[in-house]
């Protein structure tokens, strides 16, 4: 753990320097020689990674993790004495403190002996095993490299095994004799594939165009019946306040009237307990319409419970299919070489038919090198770990470097089956100082080269993408979560708190999550560095919950709180001085104090809420070292329009680099200009009138950002929007944009799509009215010419009432997805074939429409699929509820 630990104790201690000169004013000697030693330390974990089984070895790495913890309470103790002094006191500044300075030297003489011992071993390498060996080669390092780029992610598609599988349960759910309601089970033990094999018939073609309505929703352990009735609806509608706040009887009543004369599929996914069906089964209708439920459980009375049709088993893997998902796990395509196979069958059969294990045995094969000195020795490795009795999961943590092991831990954190917003966790791990990067590569760079190697590792799975093929939401197995919780447990790394966990708190854990609505019963954990809280509304959070949380742990970096209902956010709040990270996600907020802003180190801050609370003014104040601002407020969005002139006129922030949303008014030109840094922007425009000048401002504003790579407009006011012309001098580095009306009032002003045509990086593109066009609003003519969009990879068209296009055969080169998608009948009589369908780059065509998909459309997009058998284009039509989108 302390290969963990020393590397974000050390930024920690060199963030604390960087953010303000005098605050370790007295003390800095003494803080210098702890870096160094904490330096030193690094070093030597590093070189001593792979003798992590040493007991030698693992005695010392023990002894310095208590000695960095010690080293990081010490320092921040007296920091935040500093810090209190000074704000009651401006002389503060000049603060001393020979007390601590002592505390802190008697610290670094503890250190001192460990580096003494440490030396020894140094010094001693061949008598312990220590050398040259055991660092990366370039090889090692060329190697991994290559196996990120190829991203050896193994999806649905890929899976082996699953063949006769997936036509049984597809016919199943398909079977037109069979009118009844019918509930079909997935039973087998954890890790043999059961979502996975779900999922991949719950994406099937046959399937999406079979049934009128598709939900899925996760169960698991925890779960709770009005909860899961909300989930399935989400799938077929927007859900208001009013729908959230109805008790379990109503929203079963409104379930089971929305499915009322309609062929429905429900996946219900991992389900532990007889009684969740129990609970759910009225809530679905049986009018002899072809509906199926499709439940996946590892508890076979469950899946006897639930139907009379025997379960449909999952069986392990013999071993020739295992070594044919080893292979196609670590290769990615590619042919194994003949003097590796023999290893790589041994390797398979080791995992005892397992596919989780296999897939993640293979993550961590495919980097390492392709040798066969190294597959010899992971083949030892496999047989001692797999002696000691110790999992293939345990052995594939164990192989992470230590910068990816604490980002993979801390998804431990979040609730059983979440899906995880990538960009949320994003900023946690950096927020965390868990990202290392140096001044020429973006921080954010590198935290997604991080989580593409967790993912090429199987560590993480992909849950959802964005359009232009980006993770946007993963989610991570069960038993890889319980490995989470065991090794963060174990290491003081984190620890959880529910209503079902009996496990109690190690009081040194630095990480907590609550995962209860209840009220704090118990003390936190003093020593705590990031609190999370996680509910669905049961309880509001307390008043003592509070009292808590700004009294019991007062080095909190990070503050995580979701889905709570927060009658007021107190004035001591601010007593959290170290508040680095404040998210406030999806959470009912009657009640903001203006103490929200007197956190000097917040680097972000998320605040997506509803309800009476407003955000109170000020937050200019937090801006110093601000790096992420993301701020839905109730019935507007964030106005900086009471600047401090002196901030205006002061020198430019240089940490933003993320802003949304910012509403547009007179004073945005001189906002946006305070950051130059911006990579992805978020611009609001409502009710205000702007003079044609100011407008101009503001673009002129936004054409200086040279490192804005995502740009998104919303406009919710009526009438022309004044900026559309004007977005032929956004800056040319912008791969992103996104234009969103949110009113039927305003037709589309398709001047905007011939100026976004000369955008030459631009790759992905979205334009969508959120409503429902106005029936007055006439059709439009789309029409695309040769060199227009010269590398868009992505076009997504929403509710835009386009009635015809036409395309030019050199038009849109690159184009690789085309979504169009509409809540009402669509307009559209044809797509280009011969421009169009037929090139090459084409891959994916998705139609989608709320109610009902126009027959002359659907009709030539499946004549054309029975025409070009061999074209790459996929095409998919489908009939579906599509929820509003920013």
Known sequence: MADILVPIILKHLIKLGEYEVNLLLGVRDQVDLLESDLQFIKAFLQKCA???????????????????????????????????????????????????????????????????????????????????????SVDDEEAEQSSIERRRNVDEADVVGFE???????????????????????????????????????????????????????????????????????????????????VFEELKDELH???????????????????????????????????????????????????????????????????????????????????????GKKIAKSCGGLPLSIVLLGGTLAAEKKSHQSWLRFVANVNLYLKQGI???????????????????????????????????????????????????????????YLEKLIDRSMIQVATKRLDGGVKTCRIHDLLRDLCIAESRRDKFFDIYSIDNNVSLNRKSRRLSIQSGESLDFDLPPRARSLFFFDDFVYPISKSSWKQIYKSTKFIRVLYLSRLEIRKIPSQIEELIFLRCLFIKDCKVDNFSSSIWNFWYLETLHLNFYGMGSL????????????????????????????????????????????????????????????????KLGLSFREEIMEEGEVEKVM?????????????????????????????????????????????????????????????????????????????????????????????????????????WKMEKDAMPNLESLFIHDDIKIMLENLPEDELLCRSTLQLVEVI??????????????????????????????????PPVF
């Open 616 to 679: 109170p003014k000020g937050i200019w104040s937090v801006m110093k070292n601000l790096r992420y601002l993301y701020v839905v407020v109730p019935r507007r969005d964030l106005d900086l329009r009471n600047i401090p002139r002196r901030s205006l006129m002061g020198k430019p922030f240089w940490n933003l680099q993320v802003l949304s949303w910012l509403h547009v008014n007179k004073n945005t030109a001189h906002v946006i200009a305070k950051f130059p840094n911006l990579r």
């Open 849 to 882: 429409g709320g109610f009902e998909v126009q027959d002359k459309l659907k009709t030539m997009l499946t004549d054309f699929k029975i025409k070009h058998p061999a074209t790459p284009c996929k095409i998919n039509i489908t009939e579906r509820y599509l």
């Open 257 to 343: 009237e929305h499915l009322k004369g309609k062929k429905y599929l429900i996946v219900l996914d991992d389900i532990w307990s007889t009684q969740v069906w129990e609970e759910l089964r009225v809530a679905f209708p049986d009018e002899s319409k072809g509906s199926r439920i499709l439940i996946t459980t590892r508890v076979k009375d469950v899946a006897r419970h639930a139907s009379p049709t025997p379960p449909h088993d999952l069986k392990i893997l013999d071993e020739n299919e295992s070594w044919i998902l080893l292979r196609k796990v670590v290769f990615r395509g590619r042919e194994c070489p003949p003097n590796l196979e023999e290893l």
């Open 391 to 449: 999992t293939c999961l345990t052995l594939s943590y164990n192989h992470l470097p230590p910068e990816l092991k604490a980002c993979f831990l801390y998804l431990g954190l979040f609730p059983e089956v979440s899906e995880i917003n990538v960009r949320d966790f994003i900023e946690l791990w950096i927020a965390e100082g868990f990202i290392q990067s140096d001044r020429s590569t973006s921080i954010y760079d590198v935290a997604e080269d």
């Open 50 to 136: 792979r003798r992590r089984n040493d007991p030698i070895v693992i005695e010392l790495v023990n002894q310095i993790s208590d000695v960095a913890l010690e080293i990081e309470d010490i320092v921040d103790a007296y920091a935040a004495r500093v810090i209190r002094e000074r704000r009651r006191n401006l002389l503060g500044k000049l603060f001393h403190c020979f007390g601590h300075a002592k505390v802190l030297h008697g610290v670094a003489n503890k250190t001192t002996r460990i580096m003494n011992r440490v030396e020894n071993i140094c010094n001693n390498k061949e008598k312990y095993g220590i050398g040259e060996a055991d660092q990366p």
């Open 700 to 804: 002129a504003s936004i054409r200086r950002l040279e490192s804005l790579r995502s740009f998104k407009i919303r406009k919710w006011s009526a009438g022309r929007m004044e900026v559309g012309t004007r977005l032929n001098s956004l800056p040319s580095t912008l791969t992103k944009i996104s234009l969103t009306y949110c009113t039927h009032c305003t037709p589309f002003d398709w001047e905007i799509f011939k100026v976004l045509a000369r955008q030459p990086y631009l790759r992905v593109l979205k334009l969508a009215t959120n409503d429902k066009p106005w029936v007055g609003h006439p059709p439009h003519e789309l029409r695309v010419v040769a060199g227009e969009f010269p590398r868009l990879q992505v076009l997504k068209l929403r509710n835009l009432r386009i009635k015809t």
């Open 164 to 246: 006769k599988d997936t036509t049984t349960l597809i016919y199943q759910l398909t079977n037109p004799e069979n009118l009844q309601l019918d509930v079909i089970t997935i039973h087998g033990m954890g890790g043999l594939g059961k979502s996975t094999l779900a999922r991949k018939i719950y994406k099937d073609t046959d399937v999406l165009n079979h049934f009128e309505c598709l939900a899925w929703v996760a169960v698991s352990q925890q779960w709770q019946a009005k909860t899961l009735l909300l989930d399935v609806l989400k799938s077929f509608k927007q859900i208001s306040d009013e729908t959230s706040k109805k």
